[in-house]
């Protein structure tokens, strides 16, 4: 029976974790604050209430159902991230149900999740798209309230105004987010796609990086009046971007007032940099712009498997020594964190790993294109992953 316990890796992971719980416990009289507790072990849990009205469930080790935030909490997860999208109406008008479902990812439905997330001790990240639909580096949809505007000040002003009001909302509701994300993957600049001709040109890939860098600090200066404290992050996906990207927005944008450089890190995608190599990049970024650094979205496969007909996003070759399995992924993730952790990084999240099938639907298809990829499997049940966060790091 021991020799069992100590070849599964999941349960030494578990055994570590209560051993150090235990020992913290000892000590509760005198507490010393600890590197990883400065760490974040993260999860974009931005699909979870949509997954749970639309017939998702998820189920702890123990095969009992319960709360994701509370799974995730319980294992160490303590930071929640949740995008927000301007008017996101088309989340509520794919179920044709008259207002049964949605929508999902505006004010009341973060607000909502930001309930959830911090009821679990986890602190908070909101992330503006600034858009009602996705945004990420190949579309940028300007929101249709801000269609009509011809003039960069008023644009500027529209976000500014806007972002206060709605972190106005969260601080109400007692929300206030430690971290402030302004816009997703924003690689070649806000409201770019299908711009009107008369729309101001933001598009970074264009060289307007005074337009942007304008419209960007509108945002943030929004932030600051709201809590002064409140982090701010600037996203970019893939980390070959990055030099190129914060070292044209600091001087040609003049963007300077932020704290973290965000980035989305997905290695079987972004095969310019190598995961060997990751803390040396990170730590590079670190020191070049004087800046934090946060990998904001991560993901890697558990299964080939596809538990739908939707289809999956995310798969093709294995990276060398990470099969796609559960114990692959678990590695995977193990691997990267401690990379970060070397590289002074601030922290990891996870990209919805809550996104299992149900009757979720989107333009593209019902159930999830993401499934293979959780931190659940076809059922609902809790992967090895989920124990990322006890892993015996070695902090400095």
């Known amino acids: 029976m021991i020799e069992s316990i100590f070849h599964n890796k999941r349960a030494t992971y578990l055994l570590i974790g209560l051993v150090l719980l235990g020992l913290i416990s000892c000590h509760s009289q005198e507490p010393e604050p600890s590197a990883r507790n400065n760490f974040y072990f993260g999860a974009d849990l931005s699909y979870t209430n949509q997954v749970e009205d639309l017939g998702g469930s998820y189920f702890d080790d123990s095969g009992e159902e319960a709360d994701p935030y509370q799974i995730l909490a319980t294992k160490g997860l303590n930071l929640a991230r949740f995008r927000l999208w301007h008017d996101p109406q088309w989340t509520k008008e794919v179920y044709g149900t008259n207002g049964l479902f949605g929508p999902y990812s505006d004010i009341k439905d973060v607000i909502r999740s930001m309930t959830r997330a911090k009821e679990q001790g986890m602190d908070l990240l909101v992330d503006f798209h600034y858009s009602d639909f996705w945004a990420d580096p190949g579309r940028q949809q300007i929101p249709a309230a801000y269609h009509e505007i011809t003039d960069l000040k008023v644009l500027a002003d529209s976000v500014e105004q806007y972002t206060l009001k709605t972190l106005s909302k969260l601080s109400a509701q007692g929300l206030s987010p430690k971290y402030v994300q302004i816009g997703n993957e924003i690689n070649c600049g806000l409201f770019i796609t299908d711009r009107p001709a008369n729309f101001p040109n933001c598009n970074v890939c264009e060289g307007n990086w005074s337009q942007a ?6 945002a943030i200066t929004a932030v600051r009046q709201t809590n002064p404290d409140t ?21 040609s944008g003049v963007v300077v007032d932020f704290d973290i450089i965000g980035i989305s890190y997905y290695p079987l995608w972004h095969t310019g940099s190598s995961l060997s190599s990751i803390d040396q990049t990170i730590e590079g970024f670190r020191e070049q712009f004087q800046k934090d650094v946060m990998i904001l979205e991560t993901a890697y496969p558990w299964t080939t498997e596809d538990a739908d007909n939707y289809g999956n996003i995310l798969g093709g070759s294995p990276l060398e020594g990470y099969p796609f399995t559960e114990e692959g992924q678990l590695d995977f993730m193990t691997f990267l964190t401690q990379k970060a952790i070397d590289a002074g990084a601030l922290g990891v999240i996870y990209w919805e790993p809550g996104w299992i099938s149900s009757d979720l639907r989107d333009p593209w298809g019902q159930g999830s294109s993401w499934d293979n990829v959780t931190f659940f499997d076809f059922e609902g049940r809790s992967l090895p992953v989920v124990d990322f966060p006890m892993f015996p790091y070695q902090f400095e």
């Open 213 to 218: 860098g304008t419209v960007l600090n509108a």
């Open 231 to 251: 982090k701010i992050i600037l996203h970019v996906a893939d980390p070959v971007n990055v030099e190129w990207w914060f070292g044209q927005m600091t001087t």
